[in-house]
């Protein structure tokens, strides 16, 4: 099946929107006994250094991987193993 690739990056964004809801979800219902001023500054400076230094390095590098596919490509050669 060929692929455009804007519609592949459409779909690993909502892979990935699906994996850090439930990311979210699980740590939301697991933070309750820890909510503290300090607890809420280290989460914020934790989910800054990931962003900054590995997820938006990945977005990066997986967007250009996919912009440099030929037009119709096939869905499945998107994917990386």
Do not use: D
Not at 13 to 27: C, E, P, T, Y
Request: proline share 2%.
């Amino acid at each position: 099946m060929k692929v455009r690739r804007n519609t592949l990056l459409l779909i690993a964004a909502l892979v990935w929107s699906a994996a850090g809801f439930n990311i979210l979800r699980i740590g939301l219902l697991a933070y309750p006994p820890y909510r503290t001023v300090v607890n809420y500054l280290l989460s914020a400076l934790v989910f800054t250094v990931f962003q900054i230094f590995i997820f938006g390095r990945l977005v990066n590098k997986h967007t250009a991987r996919i912009s440099a596919y030929e037009e119709g490509c096939t869905s499945s050669s998107s994917f990386s193993m």
